[in-house]
């Protein structure tokens, strides 16, 4: 492991790696593979109820599930399931990274592999696809983030926690106390305002990051659905009356 006050990172691991306390939006780090030698033998493992989950799978296969259903997901793989999760390992050679959101009442989904780049611009010629997207204003998101080879990117910061794994390729992390390599299956943490940036040689890399909260994502009075519903030719208004009365999963307990 190497940690820093702006970054820290993990090449090999088994189970919780980090809980960052963010008090706003506490996060649970998990890694699991059987890539190194001393791990090759762990096959199962469980993440107790709590919050949702987010799974990514670097290598190899693994199966990720609860009493509800499960997914299997091969390598570049993701899943997000709603309240805690068992982990199976099914192959040799597998990575897997889970992000438990402490408080949150998450959606089962899954998706993937992931694109050879994103479908939104970013900072400095990197590309981002939002892969898990918040169900409403101001929750979480998983997010694909492509760096091309020859990034030098602007050092920056964000304004919540940040977590992923590489996916493939290779770069460094430069931040105030020194350089980082990152390489596939490394699992990264990015405290709140940590200074960092990211930059790619002779290959490009592939990162998925996880984003405790957003500012971005519907809300009642404005999603595809309200937006696109005309009543008299107008723009439908589900703030009065009868609207009110509607029952809806809240996310965030």
């Known amino acids: 492991m190497s940690e820093t006050g702006h970054f820290q990172s993990w090449s090999h691991y088994s189970g919780l790696l980090l809980s960052d306390g963010d008090g706003r939006f506490e996060s649970a780090i998990f890694g699991f593979e059987n890539a190194s030698s001393g791990n090759s033998s762990l096959e199962h493992f469980e993440i107790p109820a709590g919050g949702a989950v ?5 290598s190899g296969r693994a199966m990720i599930g609860d009493k509800t259903t499960s997914f299997m997901l091969s390598a570049f793989q993701w899943a997000h399931l709603k309240d805690g999760c068992a982990v199976s390992i099914r192959d040799r050679d597998t990575r897997i990274m889970v992000i438990q959101n402490l408080g949150f009442n998450g959606m089962y989904s899954m998706g993937g592999p992931i694109e050879d780049k994103g479908r939104l611009r970013y900072i400095d010629k990197c590309t981002d ?36 794994i590489v996916a493939r390729g290779r770069g460094v992390c430069t931040t105030p106390d020194g350089q980082y390599d990152l390489l596939p299956g490394v699992i990264f943490f990015i405290p709140t305002d940590g200074r960092h940036k990211f930059a790619t040689s002779d290959s490009s890399m592939d990162v998925i990051a996880f984003h405790p909260d957003s500012d971005f994502g519907p809300t009642h009075e404005h999603h595809p659905m309200i937006n696109r519903t005309l009543v008299g030719g107008a723009k439908m208004n589900n703030t009065q009356g009868r609207h009110l009365e509607a029952e809806f999963i809240i996310g965030r307990r």
Do not use: V, Y
């Not at 898990?132 to 919540?160: K, M, R, V």
């Open 54 to 58: 987010w799974a990514f799978c670097g």
């Open 129 to 164: 696809s939002l892969l898990c997207p918040p169900p409403l204003l101001g929750d979480p998101c998983l997010n694909h983030l492509h760096f091309p080879a020859g990034i030098d990117q602007s050092e920056h910061t964000h304004p919540s926690t940040r977590a992923g």
